[in-house]
């Protein structure tokens, strides 16, 4: 059983439009980061969320941690096709971090 | 610098084979980690450190073993590798463990006949 839950699980969508990726959890973490992996590497950090109901802005990328740091959303605005990967979110509590099992994005052009 | 490296990019073992996967960081982090990544699954975490001569288990430990005598070098061992152990398998080093960014390296992919 993933302690993360996203949705959804496959995302394809034309260059321009927006999207949504959500993460889910009954439990609560103390931090929450979100990552993309692009084929054939490993995943690289976009954001660390640490604080219930921090919002966080990355270019056309906003991030949401929910109030009861249970929950987090990733929304794309006016996506490109560079924005296309696997985008796993990860809840950090003490020594470990726990992953989603990611949500597969593409863009087409 | 190189970041986190490992070392081989790509392996094929037979079933009860044992082989060590390496990894190593040169940015003096602390806490290194190994992931197995499966589809559907996201990242599972195997064995972590939390410095030289430190070594716990993680989610999915069975199978693996880790030791860490040096702060840059983190080798993860296949006992008797199993098909069960296919997976690509990642290196992830960061300051301190848990809410920080951690720095993962390009990937092992591992395939058991």
């Known amino acids: 059983t993933q302690l993360l839950e996203q949705s959804p699980q496959f995302l394809s969508i034309q260059e321009g439009e927006n999207l949504t990726v959500y993460c889910n959890s009954s439990s609560v973490f103390s931090s929450l980061q979100w990552y993309r992996q692009e084929p054939g590497e490993g995943p690289v950090l976009l954001v660390t969320v640490v604080t219930g109901g921090e919002v966080k802005k990355l270019k056309r990328l906003t991030f949401q941690f929910g109030d009861a740091r249970k929950d987090s959303s990733l929304h794309i605005t006016a996506a490109q096709p560079g924005d296309t990967g696997l985008y796993l979110c990860a809840g950090g509590n003490d020594y470990k971090l726990s992953f989603g099992a990611g949500t597969t994005v593409t863009v087409r052009a | 610098n190189a970041g986190v490296t490992q070392t081989p990019k790509f392996q094929v073992l037979k079933t009860g084979q044992s082989m060590t996967l390496q990894c190593a960081q040169d940015?003096?982090?602390?806490?290194m980690s190994w992931y197995r990544q499966d589809p559907g699954m996201g990242l599972r975490l195997i064995h972590y450190?939390?410095?030289?001569?430190?070594?716990d288990q993680g989610e999915v430990p069975n199978g693996y073993n880790v030791s860490r005598s040096t702060t840059e070098d983190f080798p993860l061992r296949l006992l008797s590798a199993a098909p069960s152990q296919t997976s690509v398998y990642f290196c992830?080093?960061?300051?301190?463990?848990?809410?920080?960014?951690?720095?993962f390296g390009p990937g092992t992919r591992l395939t058991v006949t």
């Open positions: 940015m003096n982090h602390e806490y």
């Open positions: 450190s939390v410095g030289a001569g430190i070594t």
């Open positions: 992830a080093s960061s300051y301190y463990p848990g809410a920080y960014e951690q720095y």
